[in-house]
């Protein structure tokens, strides 16, 4: 059922409100007291504060039982409005995967741009360090993707509806750099650029999930991560 929101504007007030009686009409009138406005409603922020509150599920607590009575408490609106702006969990699940791959290609990015100059390395480097758990923020990114995958293995059909597009988007953009890089002689020219992005890219969510497991903190896991890349841009002599 949508809701109707009344227009902005004044709402017209009793009669008796206009006139003040005890006062002459020739010498003065009352000025009518303004009503407040219901404030209109922003259904794009209102759609992202129900996909933020299942994605702070998926990170606390997973996917695989969380139901739309749950979200709705944890974003503290009513079941109604969720179904509102979601009909079903699918559509919920697929518009707050979204917000997921926004929120990371926003860290993706900080993490390249604090790294200064633009070079192949510092784009690999910046995006696997971003990705990797080391952090608060991407602690959380790391359980809601974990949360994710999950829930494919219980429903296989929803890989396949939504996707994996960011893994492939981010390994296309690691196989463009490593290009790049060997055209710079910075890395080694007999390498397959796009098996070694693949590889990069696993590598890291390994060390992410052994680092939610608890076999590591994320600073040894940076280490790890960290040496393999400067092995692998050792190879040039323009090495950054």
Do not use: C, W
């Not at 994996?164 to 890395?187: F, S």
């Amino acid at each position: 059922m949508k809701v109707l929101i009344p227009a902005a504007g004044m709402l017209s007030p009793p009669r008796s409100n206009f006139l003040d009686t005890s006062v002459s009409s020739k010498s003065s009138t009352t000025i009518p007291e303004r009503i407040a406005v219901p404030k209109r409603v922003d259904h794009e922020e209102r759609r992202r504060q129900i996909g933020e509150a299942l994605l702070r599920i998926a990170s606390a607590r997973g996917l695989q039982s969380a139901s739309l009575r749950e979200v709705a408490a944890e974003a503290g609106v009513s079941l109604r409005l969720v179904q509102y702006y979601f009909h079903t969990k699918e559509e919920l699940l697929l518009t707050a995967l979204a917000y997921l791959g926004e929120r990371l290609a926003t860290r993706v990015e900080s993490h390249i741009r604090a790294l200064g100059p633009v070079t192949p390395r510092n784009v690999v480097y910046g995006t696997l360090t971003a990705i990797l758990p080391t952090d608060a923020e991407s602690l959380d990114l790391t359980r809601a993707y974990t949360g994710y995958y999950t829930l494919v293995f219980t429903d296989p059909d929803l890989a396949t509806r939504h996707g994996a597009a960011y893994p492939d988007k981010v390994e296309r953009l690691l196989a463009g750099q490593l290009t790049a890089a060997q055209q710079a002689d910075q890395i080694d020219t007999t390498l397959n650029p796009a098996t070694t992005a693949a590889g990069l890219l696993a590598l890291t969510n390994g060390l992410g999930s052994s680092v939610l497991g608890g076999q590591r903190d994320g600073a040894a896991a940076l280490r790890i991560l960290t040496d393999h890349i400067d092995r692998l841009f050792k190879h040039g002599p323009n090495r950054p």
